[in-house]
């Protein structure tokens, strides 16, 4: 029985060591990622920004077609 006692024992620490051992691998990782999380986040801010330019340019170009195409089936009156 002690001999059992003394193998759950060290089992249960070897498994802890493990645990502690991934765990300390993991936070090393993340943290690791985690410093080019900040370069990504600026890099899409960026992309998005031209993406939005791009947009209100097209928008403004047929902006006054929109309006007088709105203006015309507004004002047609059918019978």
Do not use: C, P, W
């Not at 802890?16 to 765990?23: G, L």
């Not at 097209?58 to 004002?75: C, F, N, P, S």
Request: hydrophobic content about 35%.
């Amino acid at each position: 029985m002690a001999r059992l006692r003394q193998a759950k024992e060290e089992a249960e620490r070897e498994i802890a060591e493990h645990r502690a051992q991934v765990e300390r691998e993991f936070q090393r990782k993340l943290a690791e990622s985690s410093g080019d999380s900040g370069a990504n986040v600026k890099r899409l801010e960026q992309e998005t920004e031209v993406k939005i330019h791009h947009l209100k340019a097209g928008a403004e170009k047929i902006q006054y077609d929109v309006v007088q195409m709105l203006l015309k089936h507004v004002t047609t009156v059918k019978n």
